[in-house]
């Protein structure tokens, strides 16, 4: 039987119906396979399911000489060589709508968390310090009425963006382009980079990693925030200079940060993970059961669409089609 190799467990049945015609190995751990123990499990594989923290690369890639398709479970791809993968005739597939509204919770929930200090008021109860509630004790910041800065107006944005006229915010953007259907569906107004760190209350990304966002949120950026500011981030960790960010929450140049993301993941810089004005989660913008079920089902859609000679949907190397052979 052809094989197929998935890097981590997902809920739900749906891999059960690769399991009638292919041998499907998952990956029985907890954690996610060291890129040893990928090659090792993935050698000869028809089709591999995988996450934004499996390097697929050339060496990979060349272990399974008749690897038509490489799902990638999440909107980014950058952990896929898409050159090389494309060159070889092999489909590369992301999951760009099913996770949207769920990371856009996740944004929302680490603004919260920091403003209303929620882990800090949490740790001081599970303590026993609560004796009583006096009117100093753990004072946050409010989120309604406020401006909410969007950094990156796709789908994310927009869902992030969308959930704020419920707190009666006003929201500010800043895109490569200026999108106007969200402009039409939240009320957003795109401004320039420079009015959007002047004029935040919260800062949110939700931007793909480029060469142009690439460190494009450090010391420098950091000054021209509001001081009572906060900045959180669902996109990718490299748009933030980590330690500069450490750095500002110290000296109080911003008020907190909310991360789901890292500079070097799974490596977090150290004065961060020290600081209370923090609220850190390990990548778990899409972390629900319902989306993970999703995310799976079309991880399945789409291995049994390329095994049968056709193309799946949510390509992101279209240039294949012309190359692919069977």
């Given at each position: 039987?052809?094989?197929?190799?998935?890097?981590?467990?997902?809920p739900?049945?749906?891999?059960?119906?690769?399991?009638?015609?292919y041998?499907?190995?998952?990956?029985?751990?907890?954690?996610l396979?060291?890129?040893?123990?990928?090659?090792?499990?993935?050698?000869?594989s028809?089709?591999?399911?995988?996450?934004?923290?499996?390097?697929?690369?050339?060496?990979l890639?060349?272990?399974?000489?008749?690897?038509?398709?490489?799902?990638?479970?999440?909107?980014?791809?950058?952990?896929?060589?898409?050159p090389?993968?494309?060159?070889?005739?092999?489909?590369?597939?992301?999951?760009?709508?099913?996770?949207?509204?769920?990371?856009?919770?996740l944004?929302?929930?680490?603004?919260?968390?920091?403003?209303?200090?929620?882990?800090?008021?949490d740790?001081?109860?599970r303590?026993?310090q609560?004796?009583?509630?006096?009117?100093?004790?753990?004072?946050?910041?409010?989120?309604?009425?406020?401006t909410?800065?969007?950094?990156?107006?796709?789908?994310?944005?927009?869902?992030?963006?969308?959930?704020?006229?419920?707190?009666?915010?006003?929201?500010?953007?800043?895109?490569?382009n200026?999108?106007?259907?969200?402009?039409d569906?939240?009320g957003?107004?795109?401004?320039?980079f420079?009015?959007l760190?002047?004029?935040?209350d919260?800062?949110?990304?939700t931007?793909?990693?480029t060469?142009?966002?690439?460190?494009?949120?450090?010391?420098?950026e950091f000054?021209k925030?509001?001081?009572?500011s906060?900045?959180?981030?669902?996109?990718?960790?490299?748009?933030?200079?980590?330690?500069?960010?450490?750095?500002?929450?110290k000296?109080?140049?911003?008020?907190?940060?909310?991360?789901?993301?890292?500079?070097?993941e799974?490596?977090?810089?150290?004065e961060?993970?020290?600081?209370k004005?923090t609220?850190l989660?390990?990548?778990?913008?899409?972390?629900?059961?319902?989306t993970?079920e999703k995310m799976v089902?079309?991880?399945v859609?789409?291995?049994?669409?390329?095994?049968?000679?056709?193309?799946?949907?949510?390509?992101?190397?279209?240039?294949?089609?012309?190359?692919?052979e069977?």
């Amino acid at each position: 039987m052809k094989k197929i190799f998935i890097t981590s467990q997902y809920p739900g049945e749906s891999v059960k119906r690769l399991s009638e015609k292919y041998d499907v190995v998952v990956y029985p751990k907890s954690t996610l396979p060291t890129h040893e123990e990928l090659l090792e499990n993935a050698k000869d594989s028809v089709a591999l399911i995988t996450t934004v923290a499996d390097v697929v690369n050339k060496k990979l890639i060349d272990c399974c000489p008749d690897l038509k398709i490489v799902f990638n479970s999440g909107v980014g791809y950058e952990n896929v060589d898409i050159p090389y993968a494309s060159e070889k005739g092999i489909f590369v597939t992301n999951t760009p709508n099913v996770l949207t509204e769920t990371t856009a919770d996740l944004a929302w929930a680490l603004m919260f968390s920091v403003a209303r200090r929620i882990i800090e008021a949490d740790t001081y109860v599970r303590e026993g310090q609560f004796a009583c509630g006096h009117p100093s004790l753990l004072l946050g910041m409010n989120i309604h009425e406020k401006t909410l800065g969007v950094y990156g107006m796709g789908r994310i944005g927009s869902a992030v963006a969308r959930r704020a006229k419920g707190f009666n915010m006003r929201v500010i953007y800043q895109n490569r382009n200026n999108n106007q259907k969200a402009e039409d569906e939240t009320g957003a107004e795109f401004v320039d980079f420079e009015t959007l760190l002047k004029e935040s209350d919260f800062i949110v990304i939700t931007a793909p990693l480029t060469e142009e966002t690439r460190g494009r949120f450090g010391q420098e950026e950091f000054q021209k925030m509001k001081s009572t500011s906060i900045i959180v981030n669902v996109g990718r960790g490299p748009i933030i200079k980590e330690a500069e960010l450490a750095s500002a929450l110290k000296d109080g140049l911003i008020w907190g940060a909310g991360l789901d993301v890292f500079e070097n993941e799974p490596q977090v810089n150290e004065e961060l993970l020290n600081l209370k004005n923090t609220v850190l989660v390990p990548h778990i913008g899409s972390a629900s059961v319902e989306t993970r079920e999703k995310m799976v089902d079309m991880a399945v859609t789409s291995v049994e669409l390329a095994l049968r000679g056709e193309v799946p949907k949510y390509l992101v190397n279209p240039e294949v089609i012309k190359t692919v052979e069977y």
